[in-house]
């Protein structure tokens, strides 16, 4: 399971660190409003995250454990939807930095800022494809427990991504200004989180049909 861990941890970080919609998100937020909204956004999208995943392995826990075939089709699946993703970014690349660039004034209440980055953590299509198809491609299925596996990897995911997320925040919540006269860099951002979500869908879709 050590070998499997190490790889989770490197797949996990491949698509936590690129810009998908938790860390668009709460780029905007740093953008808008400063470094505080936006560690606060990333709490509230951890704690989304959490429970997504959470309902995600108890939910396919019993399955996995039982059909091998369930899981190659649904990392195919998830290759192929990540790929979609992946077309989708580069697509709206340039509307995504036009929204950044246009900070509000106002501030939204702590629990606001929270109660908005959970509901972003829970409808990420992204976490869910990821958890969902990529997940059980970690399991170590002789050991069973699976449900207990999936748990964990959800647990380690959602820690990475508070800690991965917060620094994007407080990066961009420093560099606000940086960012909003240059909107290209945001575009270049996009543009990479793009090739990783496509790269990584083909490389998850050809495992699970090699494998």
């Known amino acids: ?3 499997h861990l190490w790889q989770f941890f490197v797949a996990s970080m491949l698509i936590i660190v690129v810009p998908g ?15 505080r909204v936006a560690v606060l956004t990333v709490l509230g999208n951890s704690l989304g995250t ?29 290759g192929i ?15 995504a930095a036009q ?22 953590g829970v409808l990420n299509p992204k976490s ?4 969902a198809a990529v997940f059980p491609h970690f399991v170590t299925r002789s050991l069973g427990h699976v449900t207990e596996q999936l748990l964990v990897f959800g647990g380690l995911f959602s820690v990475m991504a508070f800690c991965s ?17 240059t909107p290209e860099r945001l575009v270049r951002m996009r543009v990479v989180a793009a090739c990783v979500m496509c790269g990584l869908g ?10």
């Open 1 to 3: 399971m050590s070998s």
């Open 21 to 35: 919609p938790s860390v668009t998100f709460t780029i905007a937020r740093a953008v808008a409003y400063g470094r």
């Open 50 to 78: 959490l429970l997504l995943s959470v309902l995600i392995a108890v939910g396919l826990g019993p399955l996995l454990a039982h059909s091998h075939l369930f899981s190659v089709v649904l990392q195919l699946l998830g």
């Open 81 to 95: 939807y990540l790929i979609l993703l992946g077309g989708e970014a580069w697509r709206h690349r340039h509307a």
């Open 99 to 120: 929204a950044m660039a246009a900070p509000s004034q106002t501030a939204p209440s702590m629990v606001t800022v929270v109660r908005q980055g959970f509901v972003v």
């Open 128 to 131: 869910l494809v990821f958890f």
């Open 165 to 181: 997320d917060s620094t994007w925040g407080l990066i961009a919540g420093t560099a606000r200004h940086w960012l909003v006269d």
């Open 202 to 211: 083909a490389l998850i879709g050809l495992s699970a049909v090699l494998g």
